[in-house]
Structures are given as C-alpha cells and as structure tokens.
C-alpha cells in the first residue's frame, strides 16, 4: 500500500527543481531535433559506427518505469523527474508548441544526407543501425512513461509542481 506523502514548496530540492526549468527546451519531444553535427554523422550512425548510447536514466526507466524504490518523498521524485526531463526536454504540461514542427532544418538536412547511402534501409539493419535507433525510441518512450508515472505518484501524494503535474491556466 502506497502511503500519501506530503510536501512544501519549501521543501523542495532548489537544484532539482532550477535544473527542471532551465534545461527544459521550448517543446516536449520524444527524440532531440538534429542539428548541423547529427547530420553530419548520419552516415556513420548508418554504418554503426557512431551510435547513440541510451542515457543512464532512460536505462534505468527502461528497466521497471514503474519502480517505486526510493520514492517516498516529494523531493526523490522532483529528483527523478529534472533528472528525466535533462534527457526528454519539457514535459506537455509546461511545453511550448512554435507550431513550426512539421518541418525542420535538422530533419531535413539528415534524410537528404541519409538518402546518399545506397539501399540504406538494408544496411541499416545489416549493421545494427536501425535496431540501435529501435532500442533508443523505446528507451526515449519508457522515460516519458517514467516521468509520466511519477507526476501521477506526487500528484497522488499531495506534492507540488514539479513533482506532479502543472496545474492547467487558461490564457485569456
């Protein structure tokens, strides 16, 4: 049985909570838009030499999103959460949509350079390539179901923002 914890604002973990909102970007986002140097890797990510490493705490997420060890305080979650929100960007409750998503430099930039690469679907998956772009979706998709989960756990327990989600303003 999950016994209610609450907390204060005051009580909060001012590093956890400053890192939470500065290193947030502008939008939340599954995978980090590429940038000049992404692209310029593609090619090497496409032949597995490059691959990404799945961060520490998206493996741990990966692992049981739902694991409850150590989280009996508002200030263990507001960790966990900044934590997860340094790796995810900002979360949808406090996300700013730009509304220019669809189409972006970095995306752009890197299917015209992936598109150079013959059959590169193949040698995708003949390197490894596509299953190291696989696992660190599903690590990306497990950390948002983490951070998720505890927002759900401090709001449950009575904590404030951040360790559960902002309350909703509407704008006027």
């Known amino acids: 049985m999950i016994v209610p914890v609450m907390c204060s604002s005051k009580a909060v973990n001012g590093v956890a909570l400053l890192a939470a909102v500065f290193a947030a970007p502008l939008a939340a986002q599954v ?3 590429p940038d000049a140097a ?9 032949l597995n030499i490059d691959a990404r490493d799945v961060p520490a705490v998206l493996q741990t997420a990966s692992r049981d999103p739902y694991a409850l060890a150590g989280m009996d305080t508002c200030d263990a979650i507001v960790t966990d959460v900044a934590a ?4 995810l960007g900002a979360d949808y409750d406090i996300a700013v949509d730009g509304g220019d998503d669809r189409l972006s430099e970095g995306r752009i930039g890197q299917s015209v350079v992936g598109s150079i690469l013959p059959f590169r679907g193949i040698v995708r998956e003949v390197t490894g390539a596509a299953a190291n772009d696989r696992e660190l979706r599903a690590a990306y998709t497990a950390g948002m179901v983490r951070r998720a989960f505890l927002k759900g756990l401090g709001l449950g327990r009575g904590c404030d923002y951040p360790a559960r989600p902002k309350a909703y303003t509407a704008n006027k």
């Open 84 to 87: 997860l929100d340094m790796v």
């Open 38 to 46: 992404e692209v310029a890797r593609t090619p090497l990510r496409d």
């Open 31 to 33: 995978m980090p838009e």
